[in-house]
């Protein structure tokens, strides 16, 4: 799948998870930009960083759009929400302990990429940090997720 159909995808499963929120996403003509329509009125652009970074971002910054993040992460990940028990651990999340962080508003985080070694994840981080300037982000080695799945042997 080349990076247009994956982007392609991974709005429908966006726009589905919005939709159970009472939100709608309009795509704007000639851009990889989506405007999402709040259903309290708030409008946020949604647009897709390319390769290196190849990720998703949302303007304004707020608690707000942190959250929304949030809802995005889950669509695309296909998480269930945090509360419930089938808050399953990926293979490939147990492969790649070393995680890259987005620091957000108000102590949220949201996971960037995940890589197997430290010195991987250094590297898209100086790459991360050369595109996007106004963003904060920091490495963290995530063990918890494998302690998780011993646990439940």
């Known amino acids: 799948m ?8 991974d709005i429908k499963l966006i726009r589905l998870a ?8 309009q795509k704007l003509p000639r851009q990889a930009v ?3 329509h709040r259903c309290n009125g708030k409008t946020y652009r ?7 970074l190849s990720a998703w971002s949302l303007h304004p910054t707020d608690s707000e759009a942190s959250q929304l ?3 995005i992460d889950r669509a695309l990940n296909r998480q269930p929400l945090a509360g419930t028990d089938e808050a399953a651990t990926t293979y490939h ?14 102590m949220q985080r949201r996971v960037v990429a995940r890589f197997r070694r430290r010195n991987d994840a250094e ?3 100086r790459v991360l940090r050369q ?19 011993s646990s439940k042997r």
């Not at 999340?93 to 108000?106: A, R």
Request: aromatic content about 8%; some cysteine; overall charge negative.
């Open 123 to 125: 590297a898209h981080m």
């Open 34 to 36: 989506w405007m999402i």
């Open 18 to 25: 919005l939709a159970e929120q009472g939100d709608r996403l």
């Open 69 to 71: 993040l949030s809802v």
């Open 93 to 106: 999340q147990l492969l790649h302990p070393w995680c890259i962080m987005q620091l957000l508003p108000q």
């Open 46 to 52: 949604l647009a897709f960083q390319p390769a290196p």
């Open 2 to 9: 080349n990076q247009g159909q994956r982007v392609m995808a």
């Open 131 to 149: 595109k996007a300037l106004a963003m904060q982000y920091t490495i963290v080695f995530d063990p918890a997720q494998e302690q998780s799945i």
